[in-house]
């Protein structure tokens, strides 16, 4: 598979951004810089994809003309999600068919000057405070193809903006979810922590059924200040019509701390970019990825851990288990400047394969200009040894019940890596409705 595909097909024509502008209630400042993003659009269309990073994920029939953005509103009542209902929140939004259908925080936490709600209103009425972050910092329009096209059709979003000094111990939460046919969401995430602020946002992604077609093309922009500490999850369990593309990027400052949590659940094809910038001294991520793909999924990642500073810290650990005709495919970086002296950085993914049909490419990645460092990798594939599975059958134990003991154990170490409990349950009961144990329904 080359990267040259057929560009006119992945994106969106002038006549239809015309017609989406013509939609929007925002202020001039917005729209043109949604001219320049689109304008950046454009040209890069005429560039081939990057070879390192697409020539494995296979596009070609991918139509984006089948798609368009919603203008009208949605009933949210047929949502069914996994977080949701599972614990206490001290504020929760909710973006349904790329438009806001909720927001809400509890007052303790706006008295302390916190900011949560939608993003095109938070950033319109604190334009000063917030424009400077808003894809200038993380993700910019010139990023790739997808990153542009977000930037000139970016709907909903979330916004969070924590002071500096602000502990919130009390995790927030975010969803996105498709109700209609056809809709194209451009759903955007963008997370402030100020210096020695502490954060935790649990984000999930769904379909209202199983016979909606979609089209979600995201930003997730997390911007971690010194010393200050950001627990980030996103669950993306989009039905299998619905095809997700994601321009992700995380920024720590100095002694700060990401730990960033990807599960990989739904859609028919999914692609994540997911850049982690470690820019100050001693800043420090943890990267942990769980992904569970059947029938004819494909799923693919994209990762770099850039180390810009010295003494900084990342480890990345994926885990991807594999039934079916399902494909995962995994491309991992960690680059390291000639400043980012005394570095350690890690990266590591592990695949499970259920069926002799699933296929998982891991190609792991060091690119290191400084003389001091320890970066290592590592990457295995394996089969489930049908001796394990003869043995629990022999001591009164399903196939289904005994296949699920051994996910679970091979989910257990990036499980044990996350210290929010409602999200390790979540996790359990989903692999369990992968694996045909239980019905999903209501989960």
């Given at each position: 598979?080359t990267?040259t595909?057929?560009i006119?097909?992945?994106?969106f ?30 040209e ?20 984006a ?10 009933d ?17 939004i909710?973006?349904i ?8 925080i ?12 939608d ?6 009425e ?14 910019k329009?010139?990023?790739d ?9 970016w709907?909903s ?12 111990d ?6 996105i ?13 963008l997370i402030?922590v100020?210096d ?8 999930e992604?769904?379909?209202?059924n199983?016979e909606?077609?979609?089209l ?8 971690v ?18 095809w997700?593309?994601a ?38 991520a ?30 990345l650990l ?13 491309r ?15 990266q590591?993914?592990d ?6 049909e ?12 400084a ?6 990798h590592g990457a ?64």
């Amino acid at each position: 598979m080359t990267a040259t595909l057929n560009i006119s097909r992945i994106g969106f024509s002038s006549e239809v951004f015309e017609e989406f502008l013509a939609t929007r209630n925002e202020p001039s400042w917005i729209t043109d810089a949604r001219r320049a993003a689109f304008a950046k659009y454009e040209e890069m269309l005429a560039i081939d994809l990057d070879p390192e990073e697409f020539k494995r994920v296979d596009l070609r029939i991918f139509n984006a003309a089948k798609f368009r953005p919603s203008t009208g509103v949605s009933d949210a009542s047929s949502v069914s999600t996994l977080l949701a209902n599972e614990t206490e929140y001290g504020g929760t939004i909710g973006h349904i068919d790329g438009q806001t259908s909720h927001s809400n925080i509890s007052e303790a936490i706006t008295d302390k000057g916190v900011l949560f709600g939608d993003l095109q209103t938070l950033l319109t009425e604190n334009r000063e405070l917030l424009e400077p972050y808003f894809m200038k910092q993380a993700v910019k329009p010139d990023a790739d193809r997808f990153s542009a096209w977000h930037a000139a059709f970016w709907t909903s979003g979330t916004l969070l903006y924590v002071p500096k000094g602000v502990d919130l111990d009390t995790p927030l939460h975010s969803l996105i979810a498709h109700t209609k046919d056809g809709i194209a969401d451009f759903g955007h995430t963008l997370i402030i922590v100020e210096d020695e602020a502490k954060a935790t946002l649990l984000e999930e992604t769904t379909s209202a059924n199983e016979e909606l077609s979609g089209l979600h093309v995201g930003c997730v922009e997390l911007i971690v200040g010194k010393y200050a500490n950001l627990r980030y999850v996103q669950l993306q369990n989009w039905n299998q019509k619905s095809w997700h593309f994601a321009h992700q990027a995380g920024n720590v400052g100095s002694q700060g701390s990401l730990q960033w949590t990807v599960v990989g659940l739904g859609s028919r094809l999914s692609h994540i970019h997911q850049d982690i910038n470690l820019n100050g001294r001693a800043a420090t991520a943890e990267v942990n990825g769980v992904t569970f793909a059947s029938d004819r999924q494909k799923i693919s990642y994209y990762t770099q851990q850039h180390h810009k500073a010295q003494g900084t810290h990342s480890d990345l650990l994926y885990k991807e288990v594999l039934r079916d005709e399902s494909r995962v495919i995994w491309r991992g970086m960690i680059k390291v400047d000639e400043a980012a002296q005394q570095t350690d950085g890690y990266q590591r993914s592990d695949a499970l394969m259920l069926s002799s049909e699933a296929r998982c490419d891991s190609i792991p990645g060091l690119e290191i200009e400084a003389d001091d460092v320890r970066c290592t990798h590592g990457a295995t594939t394996g089969r489930v040894d049908e001796e394990q599975i003869f043995y629990a059958q022999s001591r009164g134990i399903s196939e289904n019940e005994a296949m699920h003991m051994i996910v679970e154990g091979f989910f257990q170490k990036v499980y044990d890596r996350i210290p929010i409990e409602v999200v390790r349950e979540t996790l359990s009961r989903t692999v369990q409705g992968k694996l045909g144990i239980e019905s999903m329904t209501g989960v």
